[in-house]
């Protein structure tokens, strides 16, 4: 016992294979391998969204180390599946069976794990170096562009200025054309005042000739009734 005791831990501290182990101390040590593995992968996946992704100096040691001890454990595996066709009966050979496609499925499954998180530094590794790419090469063109962006806002500068002057030229035209109708309309109003000047004044004249001819309406009126009367009164005398 002494002797499977210290064989037991050569494949746990690092040998490859089970020799001199038995089937049940063989799978003992691929079920802590597992352990240690799987606790080691949520370890390098803490580290993996806890860094933001800068893994550089934190998990290749761990990474390593998970690979080495799931070639270990799939190195057990073969072992296990040996020792298991060589067992005498078949009730042992389908239990320890079994056992060895759990132990080799786990393993594939923390297998698959490890390979996608290595896609996942990979990519983020390719995207790290083409952002410092696209960085190289904005810095290289950001000169050309502030140049050309320079020359658009002196292009735009004097488009404004153009805009500005034509602008004040159609003001100075309105503003003239406005004079000049100010000014015609200026000469009609004076026009207009002449005439109803003109027309007061002649119309002064003709309230002058008619109280004229008023007044001596008047006086051919008494004079008639003079007239008149001075006949009735000689009349009237002549006929006494």
């Known amino acids: 016992m002494e002797s499977s005791s210290a064989s037991a831990a050569t494949p746990l501290e690092g040998g490859g294979g089970g020799g001199g182990n038995t089937l049940s101390e063989i799978y ?105 790419e696209l960085l190289g090469r904005a810095n290289g063109e950001s000169h050309i562009l502030r140049i050309f962006d320079e020359e658009a806002q002196a292009r735009q500068s004097v488009r404004s200025s153009a805009r500005m002057l034509e602008e004040a030229s159609l003001t100075g035209e309105a503003i003239l054309s406005a004079m000049s109708g100010s000014r015609e309309r200026l000469k009609n109003a004076q026009r207009k005042a002449l005439d109803v ?11 002058r000739l008619i109280e004229r001819q008023h007044r001596v309406d008047n006086w051919i009126k008494y004079a008639g009734m003079i007239l008149t009367l001075a006949i009735v009164f000689i009349i009237w005398r002549w006929t006494r």
């Open 28 to 132: 003992q040590n691929a079920k802590k391998l597992q352990l240690r593995t799987r606790d080691a992968l949520e370890r390098l996946e803490r580290l993996e969204y806890s860094s933001g992704g800068n893994l550089e100096s934190q998990t290749p040691e761990l990474s390593a180390s998970i690979k080495r001890d799931l070639t270990q454990i799939q190195s057990l595996c073969v072992d296990m599946d040996r020792l298991c066709r060589s067992l005498p009966s078949k009730s042992h050979r389908d239990l320890w069976k079994r056992k060895v496609e759990q132990v080799t499925e786990e393993a594939e499954s923390l297998k698959q794990s490890l390979d996608k998180y290595f896609l996942r530094n990979q990519k983020r590794t390719m995207e790290a170096k083409e952002r410092a």
């Open 197 to 207: 000047l003109n027309t007061v004044g002649l119309s002064n004249s003709v309230l």
